[in-house]
C-alpha cells in the first residue's frame, strides 16, 4: 500500500479550512489541521507532516512566525512550506522568498484541484528512476553486497525486467537521495 502524503493546513479561515481540507482528504491525502501557527506547532507535534500549507494573517502567531519557527527546528526546517495567502502583497512574497518556502499561492487563484496539481508537483518531480549499467564503474560490487543479479535482470516476479534504482530527493539538501533497488 502507498504512503499517504501527510499534509498540514494552516488557516484561521474556516471555510476555506474546510474547503481545501475536504478537497484533500478526497484524494486520499492525510490531512491535519491548525487554526494558526501555534497550532500549527502542536500538530507538528502529534504528527511530523511532508508538506505544510500555512496562510500568512492569523491570530496569536502568524504565518511568517510559524515558518520562522519551523526554519529554527532541525526536525521542521527541510519541511517543505506552501505560503496560502489572500494578499499576493510584493513584500509577502519577498518574505516567503527570504524564508525559502515552497511556493507562493493566491487563495482566490489556487482552486481546491489548483493545490492538489502543486503538492503533487513536488512530490512526483523529485523523485527519479536509473537504470544500471551492469559493465558501470561498481556494478559488480553492488549486486555482490546487495545480493542482486550481476546481469540487474530481475527474478520471476517481472519476467524481462531490469533491476534499477528509483531515487527520490530527501530533505538533508539540494543534491541529496533516498534510494531504493526496483525492479522496472
Do not use: W
Not at 507538528?44 to 529554527?72: C, H, S, V, W, Y
Not at 492538489?116 to 512526483?124: D, P, Q, S, V
Not at 535482470?153 to 539540494?174: D, F, M, Q
Amino acid at each position: 500500500m502507498e504512503k499517504k502524503i501527510k499534509v498540514l493546513f494552516v488557516d484561521d479561515d474556516e471555510n476555506i479550512r474546510t474547503l481545501y481540507v475536504e478537497a484533500l482528504r478526497a484524494v486520499n491525502f492525510d490531512v491535519s489541521l491548525g487554526k494558526d501557527g501555534l497550532d500549527g506547532l502542536e500538530q507538528i507535534n502529534k504528527d511530523m507532516p511532508d508538506i505544510i500549507i500555512t496562510g500568512i494573517i492569523m491570530p496569536r502567531m502568524d504565518g511568517f512566525q510559524f515558518i520562522e519557527a519551523l526554519k529554527k527546528n532541525v526536525s521542521t526546517s527541510e519541511i517543505p512550506v506552501m505560503v496560502f495567502s489572500h494578499l499576493g502583497r510584493e513584500e509577502d512574497k519577498a518574505r516567503a522568498t527570504e524564508l525559502r518556502v515552497e511556493d507562493f499561492l493566491l487563495r482566490d487563484m489556487t482552486t481546491p484541484n489548483n493545490l492538489i496539481e502543486r503538492i503533487n508537483e513536488h512530490f512526483l518531480s523529485k523523485s527519479y528512476i536509473l537504470g544500471i549499467d551492469a559493465f558501470g564503474f561498481d556494478a559488480t560490487r553492488f549486486a555482490k553486497d546487495f545480493d542482486i543479479n550481476p546481469d540487474f535482470v530481475c527474478s520471476e516476479e517481472k519476467v524481462g525486467g531490469r533491476i534499477a534504482l528509483t531515487l527520490r530527493k530527501n530533505k538533508r539538501g539540494a543534491k541529496s537521495f533516498d534510494a531504493e533497488i526496483i525492479c522496472a
